[in-house]
Nanobody
Framework: QVQLVESGGGLVQPGESLRLSCAAS????????MGWYRQAPGKQRELVAA???????NYADSVKGRFTISRDNAKNTVYLQMNSLKPEDTAVYYC?????????WGQGTQVTVSS
């Protein structure tokens, strides 16, 4: 069983930055594909960014060039650096971990981009 705890959300103005963190329990973190998803009101949850156990990353087109996902296996933590934030980035952001058929979610952290 893996527990994921997100932090770092908040209210920012357009153009500003935030860094989300997701701390994971357990000894097998390095084996997990880790991802950040988001869900805006009235919309489906969507993949924002993911990083494989080998460090390969992929991003939604809407965030390419602005967001960066990274992982620190020594700290069992995955990060999402979000720059040049836009109002349309407003959503609840969820951390996800997947390995060998096991899929885990954090509780979510709210990101609001508004002037």
């Amino acid at each position: 069983q893996v527990q994921l705890v997100e932090s770092g959300g908040g209210l920012v103005q357009p153009g500003e930055s935030l860094r989300l963190s997701c701390a994971a329990s357990g000894r097998t973190f390095s084996r997990y594909r880790m991802g950040w998803y988001r869900q805006a009101p009235g919309k489906q949850r969507e993949l924002v960014a993911a990083v494989s156990s080998g460090g390969i990353t992929n991003y939604a087109d809407s965030v390419k060039g602005r967001f960066t996902i990274s992982r620190d296996n020594a700290k069992n933590t995955v990060y999402l650096q979000m720059n040049s934030l836009k109002p349309e980035d407003t959503a609840v952001y969820y951390c996800n971990g997947y390995y060998s058929g096991n899929n885990y979610w954090g509780q979510g952290t709210q990101v609001t981009v508004s002037s």
